[in-house]
């Protein structure tokens, strides 16, 4: 059960990479907890504990990251992540390979990866507008600023418009989000003054079928950041295929010559201990894993990973 929205800033958001620094940079997307943790607090006052637990702590409600929306001859487009296996030559950025296909051959030239930014299917790539500004405290007594309280936050710029889903187990938990989804909502730091207002609006995404034919090889494209545990319950960045869907019971090996992965460090701010949780190390979206199959996979285990 999901839900697909379309969420609009109409005021600069500030989502900061690092939160552990007031002046990280900013995100170029909508983060899924950020919406997450605006719906939660309308929320917790109506749920039962038993749905908030399994909604937000166990979860049993999942929010996507929202990409930026790309207009095309009146067509709204969801872009996503550009795969790191997406590389040009030097000074070609306009010539890209990818170098996870099994037809490719690495010629004799020096490639360059292409780690960040957004695509659409018609290969179009949109610019998420950002900018810094600079906030100070006042001295409530003197009315000047205070020594040392000079902060620089990067925003998203406002007027931008970002799409995403919510998948929840619970029907009653997903019709809920659904009304919070059309009250005023604020996202980010600095909520109380002038920034991160944000509109949503749903829409009906066409539902896609899964065609299955004998495969060799599976190829996955991380849409979003990954956490992965491998058996002794340490991070791990090169997992087996058992390791990211434990049910899946498939017999697979990672193939590293066509698998690219990009990972990165986060801390994250947990408000009820006023402090960081332990840092987290996770395979960032755009990452591509390609397995090598000893048997083909069927319709619901394809399912089953998605």
Known sequence: MKLFYRLTTVDPIILSQDNSSVNAQSLNYISGSALLGAVASKLYPTLTAEQSFSAFQNSGAHFSPAYPVLESNGQAQVCLPVPASWHAPKGQDNKLSNHSAASFEREGIQYKQKRDGFISNIGATPKVKCSLITKTALDSTTGKAKDG???NYSQIDKDQTFAGFIRADDADVLEAIKDVLTQSLRLGRSRGSEFGRVQIELFVFPAQKIH????????????????????????????????LAPALNAQASLNT?????????????????GGLDSEQVLISKGSVLTFDLNTPLNEEQLNTIE
Do not use: H, M, Y
């Open 257 to 273: 010559s066509r698998s690219f992965i990009r990972n990165r460090n986060v801390s994250l701010f947990n408000q009820k201990r």
């Open 149 to 151: 309280q000079l902060f």
């Open 212 to 243: 299955t034919q004998a495969q060799k090889t599976l190829t996955l494209w991380c849409l979003s950041d990954v956490q992965c545990f491998d058996k002794f319950g340490e991070p791990n960045c090169t997992p087996s295929l058992e390791e």
